[in-house]
């Protein structure tokens, strides 16, 4: 079969990587328009294109995949299907018709739950337990396709954005992989499509960097879980009160990149500190306390609490900016 793929992070490369791996030629990949990246905002091009180019797979950028050029273009590659994972683009019914058999998803959940831009990183904000891999098939609604595969996946107590989205996207390319050998053997393996059950369908929408912000009037736990899940991007973060002096840890945006969560029964204010020291910064929740383990002051590397609070005081009874807000 003639494969196209349609994917921009590493997610994504991670399947494509894995399908370059079988028989069926990739004949073009599809990725998002190269951006400012790092802190020197120096253009670069996605972990999905860097993969193609380095096999010499042409390599398509459209902004949009609306305009008749562009349907056209991905029409002349003549392809048998279209693998999706994590494209960032929506794709027209034309386009969704295009290949012979029309585009097929790898996305990061278990369907119907979580669909849109952000599982992931939703599954863990929501405290669950485990989510997993749909293969679907694409159709005009979002995520709304029938299922053709599913594959479970446990999430620790421990897991972040990062550790989870590695594990999903292993998962997701050898799930991908069993769905490609049903599609090219299908007298052998017929598929099964199953209908999504509309009445469990929740929603993943995008993350933006303003959620990272700590509401310190909600439970540890719930905190606890807003810093793993935005581990790495956008990262979670508390604001100190302004007019403190650089030398007793200036006022600011502190980003939050590892925490627990401790018992606490005590009367302080949400986001209080309550004691600072080499083990941490502890911090009066709505209920009970989280404990800053790493954090990462402006223009600084991360480090853990105890070289932070090397440099910078943290008196306890410091409440932290916006608490309650």
Same mark, same amino acid.
């Given at each position: 079969? +003639?494969?196209?793929?349609?994917?921009?992070?590493?997610?994504?490369?991670? #399947?494509?990587?894995?399908?370059?791996?079988?028989?069926?030629?990739?004949?073009?990949?599809?990725?998002?328009?190269? +951006?400012?990246?790092?802190?020197?905002?120096?253009?670069?091009?996605?972990?999905?294109?860097?993969?193609?180019?380095?096999?010499?797979?042409?390599?398509?950028?459209?902004?949009?995949?609306?305009?008749?050029?562009?349907?056209?273009?991905?029409?002349?590659?003549?392809?048998?299907?279209? %693998?999706?994972?994590?494209?960032? @683009?929506?794709? &027209?019914?034309? #386009?969704?018709?295009?290949?012979?058999?029309?585009?097929?998803?790898?996305?990061?959940?278990?369907?119907?739950?979580?669909?849109?831009?952000?599982?992931?990183?939703?599954?863990?904000?929501?405290?669950?337990?485990?989510?997993?891999?749909? %293969?679907?098939?694409?159709?005009?609604?979002?995520?709304?396709?029938?299922?053709?595969? +599913?594959?479970?996946? !446990? %999430?620790?107590?421990?897991?972040?954005?990062?550790?989870?989205d590695a594990r999903?996207?292993?998962?997701?390319? !050898?799930?991908?992989?069993?769905?490609?050998?049903?599609?090219?053997?299908?007298?052998?393996?017929?598929?099964?499509?199953?209908?999504?059950?509309?009445?469990?369908?929740?929603?993943?929408?995008?993350?933006?960097?303003?959620?990272?912000?700590?509401?310190?009037? +909600?439970?540890?736990? #719930?905190?606890?879980?807003?810093?793993?899940?935005?581990? &790495?991007w956008p990262v979670?973060?508390?604001? @100190? &009160? &302004?007019?403190?002096?650089?030398?007793?840890?200036?006022?600011?945006?502190?980003?939050?990149?590892?925490?627990?969560?401790?018992?606490?029964?005590?009367?302080?204010?949400?986001?209080?500190?309550?004691?600072?020291?080499?083990?941490?910064?502890?911090?009066?929740?709505?209920?009970?306390?989280?404990r800053i383990l790493? @954090?990462?002051?402006?223009?600084?590397?991360?480090?853990?609490?105890?070289?932070?609070?090397?440099?910078?005081?943290?008196?306890?009874?410091? #409440?932290?900016?916006?608490?309650?807000?």
């Amino acid at each position: 079969m +003639r494969l196209i793929f349609a994917g921009t992070p590493e997610f994504a490369a991670t #399947v494509l990587r894995a399908l370059l791996a079988q028989p069926h030629p990739v004949v073009a990949v599809y990725t998002q328009p190269d +951006r400012p990246a790092g802190r020197g905002r120096r253009t670069s091009a996605s972990p999905v294109k860097q993969l193609a180019l380095s096999h010499g797979i042409p390599v398509e950028q459209p902004r949009s995949l609306r305009e008749g050029d562009s349907q056209q273009a991905l029409a002349a590659y003549h392809g048998d299907v279209m %693998i999706v994972a994590a494209y960032g @683009l929506l794709l &027209p019914e034309t #386009v969704l018709r295009s290949p012979r058999l029309g585009c097929i998803n790898v996305h990061a959940s278990l369907l119907p739950r979580w669909r849109g831009a952000a599982p992931i990183q939703h599954a863990i904000l929501a405290g669950d337990t485990e989510t997993g891999i749909s %293969i679907m098939q694409m159709d005009a609604g979002l995520d709304t396709g029938p299922v053709l595969r +599913r594959a479970v996946c !446990a %999430i620790g107590d421990d897991d972040t954005g990062a550790s989870l989205d590695a594990r999903l996207a292993d998962l997701g390319a !050898a799930t991908m992989v069993e769905t490609l050998a049903d599609l090219a053997t299908p007298a052998a393996a017929p598929m099964h499509a199953e209908a999504q059950d509309e009445t469990l369908a929740t929603y993943a929408g995008r993350i933006a960097k303003t959620d990272g912000l700590l509401d310190w009037s +909600r439970p540890a736990e #719930v905190l606890e879980r807003q810093v793993r899940a935005f581990n &790495p991007w956008p990262v979670a973060f508390a604001i @100190l &009160p &302004p007019g403190r002096s650089p030398a007793d840890g200036a006022g600011g945006r502190l980003r939050i990149w590892n925490a627990r969560v401790l018992a606490y029964a005590g009367g302080a204010s949400p986001g209080t500190v309550l004691a600072s020291g080499a083990s941490g910064i502890d911090v009066a929740t709505g209920r009970g306390a989280l404990r800053i383990l790493t @954090l990462q002051a402006a223009g600084k590397k991360s480090m853990s609490s105890g070289d932070y609070l090397n440099a910078h005081a943290l008196a306890a009874g410091t #409440v932290f900016e916006g608490a309650g807000a």
